[in-house]
T-cell receptor
Framework: DGGITQSPKYLFRKEGQNVTLSCEQN?????MYWYRQDPGQGLRLIYY???????QKGDIAEGYSVSREKKESFPLTVTSAQKNPTAFYLC???????????FGPGTRLTVL | AQSVSQHNHHVILSEAASLELGCNYS??????LFWYVQYPGQHLQLLLK??????LVKGIKGFEAEFIKSKFSFNLRKPSVQWSDTAEYFC????????????FGKGTTLSVSS
């Protein structure tokens, strides 16, 4: 089945630790995205990438980093510089130019 | 900057009632418009989309939306809701350019009682 996988589903980390969230897609999409979802805030864009080895900051990139070494993969690192990292993180992908995005199941990160 | 406003934070309806969720965006150029739905415990999934053509678009599960360019609106409608429509609904916009990320509204939670 084609789709987007995110792992793990739940993640707990201590304050001050960096943590990396995985996102893999087998849809052969060029573009990939990371969003953060908080209650009552909708989805806010963290980073996106339209092509391998290139990515752009979204509205709330501070405290996050990404890489795009392979077309299928777009991992997100939540660094200790992110002041309020507890949230639900969604990864998405799309064919560049068509707009419609497909979403993964999400990772719920809790920082203790 | 582009922004998307959803007028209702939480809507409560009885089964068989009609639904209309408001969505307005602020962008003067050509836009693509979407409604996504997030059922409890499930992936965010596309309900319907508008790129061009007929401004009245039909989506899955009996939903439809009307694009009114003069009002910068893309309201979602369903004539008769079911208990299974209980979910969070998001309006989203992007410009008609390659690879532009979606800008989401804050979402509307719909609760349908049986």
């Amino acid at each position: 089945d084609g789709g987007i996988t995110q792992s793990p589903k739940y993640l707990f980390r201590k304050e001050g630790q960096n943590v990396t969230l995985s996102c893999e897609q087998n849809l052969n999409h060029d573009a990939m995205y990371w969003y953060r979802q908080d209650p009552g805030q909708g989805l806010r864009l963290i980073y996106y990438s339209q092509i391998v080895n290139d990515f752009q900051k979204g509205d709330i990139a501070e405290g996050y980093s990404v890489s795009r070494e392979k077309k299928e993969s777009f991992p997100l690192t939540v660094t200790s510089a992110q002041k309020n990292p507890t949230a639900f993180y969604l990864c998405a992908s799309s064919i560049v130019g068509l707009g419609e995005q497909f979403f993964g199941p999400g990772t719920r990160l809790t920082v203790l | 900057a582009q922004s998307v406003s959803q007028h209702n934070h939480h809507v409560i309806l009885s089964e068989a009632a009609s639904l209309e969720l408001g969505c307005n965006y602020s962008y003067g150029g050509t836009v693509n418009l979407f409604w996504y739905v997030q059922y409890p415990g499930q992936h965010l999934q596309l309900l319907l989309k508008y790129f061009s053509g007929d401004p009245l678009v039909k989506g899955i599960k009996g939903f439809e939306a009307e694009f009114i360019k003069s009002k910068f609106s893309f309201n979602l409608r369903k004539p008769s809701v079911q208990w299974s429509d209980t979910a969070e609904y998001f309006c989203a916009v992007n410009s008609n350019q390659a690879g532009t990320a979606l800008i989401f509204g804050k979402g509307t939670t719909l609760s349908v009682s049986s």
